[in-house]
């Protein structure tokens, strides 16, 4: 028997959204028919079923995946696209960072347990002291980006290329976005590439993302429900009882 509703459950602060990409999900999951649900405690959506979707930032998405047993894989960057990258990159131990030539790139292999940085000198590194020193770290070279886009995939599919830091004007390859996902087979139903234009006009990868909690970026609302919405249906092994 089918359920009558589906059920979206959005993170909240105050009876609002709680930022942007909640309140572009919230607008695309009432447009697709859901029952959107705002929240702010764990007890407010105790009593979901495993269908029904969570959005809400990488700490509250991780706790609920991890409260199903769900593990996610760090995609980062694939080996498919390395030829992509323009750059070198290694990883390496936290307390090993003061090593390495500076300035370069770091970030945590585990996905938004810090934010990513350029390593201008030690003093950067302190913003990392929450972590142990045998976190293992991302590193790569600089690149000097003109600007950056990020290219959301559904099924294989591109639905929206956004644009989010530096030049607008200065566009990425489309020719080349498109040869990336063609090489992306076995990917997840849903996740980003995030592309770079340096100044020789090359259009080079930033990095993937999974795409069970991840920013819109001005993507249409409804392309990014359905697009949070196939991934969360994929990691929890569940199928839409409704059809769009």
Aim: hydrophobic share 35%; proline share 2%.
């Amino acid at each position: 028997m089918k359920r009558n509703k589906r059920y979206a459950f959005i993170h909240s602060f105050r009876g609002k959204p709680w930022n942007e990409e909640c309140q572009v999900a919230y607008n695309g999951f009432k447009k697709l028919g859901f029952e959107c649900v705002l929240f702010t405690t764990n007890e407010e959506i105790a009593f979901r079923k495993r269908q029904d979707i969570v959005v809400g930032g990488m700490l509250i998405m991780s706790a609920v995946l991890d409260e199903y047993g769900i593990k996610t894989e760090n995609y980062n960057y694939p080996d498919e696209l390395n030829y992509l990258l323009g750059r070198r990159i290694w990883t390496t131990e936290l307390k090993n960072l003061h090593n390495e030539k500076m300035p370069f790139f770091a970030k945590p292999v585990e996905e938004k347990i810090a934010q990513g940085m350029v390593i201008n000198s030690d003093k950067d590194l302190s913003e990392y002291n929450n972590l142990n020193g045998e976190t293992q770290m991302l590193c790569s070279e600089v690149v000097d980006f003109l600007s950056e886009w990020r290219c959301f995939i559904l099924n294989g599919e591109i639905i929206g290329i956004q644009h989010y830091k530096g030049d607008k004007t200065i566009t990425c390859s489309r020719d080349t976005i498109k040869q990336a996902v063609e090489k992306c087979v076995d990917f997840p139903s849903a996740y980003t590439l995030d592309f770079g234009v340096t100044g020789d006009g090359r259009t080079l990868l930033v990095e993937m993302n999974d795409g069970y909690s991840i920013g819109c970026y001005g993507l249409n609302d409804v392309l990014y429900a359905k697009f949070l919405y196939a991934r969360w249906t994929e990691l929890t092994g569940t199928v839409d009882e409704c059809d769009f």
